[in-house]
């Protein structure tokens, strides 16, 4: 089983900063991508940011240049960092990895979501 454990939440004033991280545990083989996502209040899910195992990152356009995103293989940690937070920004978020894992004699694949993290940009 695998688990997605988040931090770095909180409240913070406009203009501020946070560091999201995401750490996983279980028994895993491999990481493949990993992301972030969001939900604001009355709002669907929406991507943030992802990145490949290679480093490759892709980033939601409405919110290229705030946000980046990072990763740790060693430590199967994906990090966000937030600038220039906006009220705007308030929201769940939500971390996302797709994981190999050995189970019932063969290599599975899975999708494993966090639990989520409040943000809240307010003054």
């Known amino acids: 089983q695998v688990q997605l454990v988040e931090s770095g939440g909180g409240l913070v004033q406009p203009g501020g900063s946070l560091r999201l991280s995401c750490a996983a545990s279980g028994s895993i083989f491999t990481i493949n991508a990993m992301g972030w996502y969001r939900q604001a209040p009355g709002k669907q899910r929406e991507l943030v940011a992802t990145i490949t195992s290679g480093g490759s990152t892709n980033y939601a356009d409405s919110l290229k240049g705030r946000f980046t995103i990072s990763r740790d293989n060693a430590k199967n940690t994906v990090y966000l960092q937030i600038n220039s937070l906006k009220p705007e920004d308030t929201a769940v978020y939500y971390c996302?990895?797709?994981?190999?894992?050995?189970?019932?004699?063969?290599?599975?694949?899975?999708?494993?979501w966090g639990q989520g993290t409040l943000v809240t940009v307010s003054s």
């Open positions: 996302n990895q797709g994981v190999t894992i050995w189970t019932q004699g063969a290599y599975q694949y899975r999708e494993v």
